[in-house]
Nanobody, 121 residues
Framework: QVQLVESGGGLVQPGGSLRLSCAAS????????MGWYRQGPGKQRELVAT???????SYAESVKGRFSISRNNAENTVNLQMNSLKGEDTAVYYC???????????????WGKGALVTVSA
């Protein structure tokens, strides 16, 4: 069984910064891809950023230049540094990972429960 646990959400003023962290635990052979999605009020869940085990990164256009994703392969953790936050960044942020376990050779999708980020004055 694999679990993803997020931390670091909260309230921040526009223009401020916040750092989200996610730790994966369980019988992990390889965390092939790790990343973050978000779902704002009345919106669909959308991709924010992903990073592979070889450090290949991708970002949504709306966060490029403001957000930075990083990971620690040995600890199966992923972080999202969010700078210059805007009101439209307000959302529940979900940690996501494609993880290969000893049972599943191809890798399966896993999700965290979400961390609320509110950007407001």
């Amino acid at each position: 069984q694999v679990q993803l646990v997020e931390s670091g959400g909260g309230l921040v003023q526009p223009g401020g910064s916040l750092r989200l962290s996610c730790a994966a635990s369980g019988s992990i052979v390889s965390a092939i891809v790790m990343g973050w999605y978000r779902q704002g009020p009345g919106k669909q869940r959308e991709l924010v950023a992903t990073i592979t085990s070889r450090d290949a990164q991708s970002y949504a256009e709306s966060v490029k230049g403001r957000f930075s994703i990083s990971r620690n392969n040995a600890e199966n953790t992923v972080n999202l540094q969010m700078n210059s936050l805007k009101g439209e960044d307000t959302a529940v942020y979900y940690c996501y990972a494609v993880i290969q376990t000893a049972v599943d050779g191809a890798g399966m999708n896993y999700w965290g429960k979400g961390a609320l980020v509110t950007v407001s004055a």
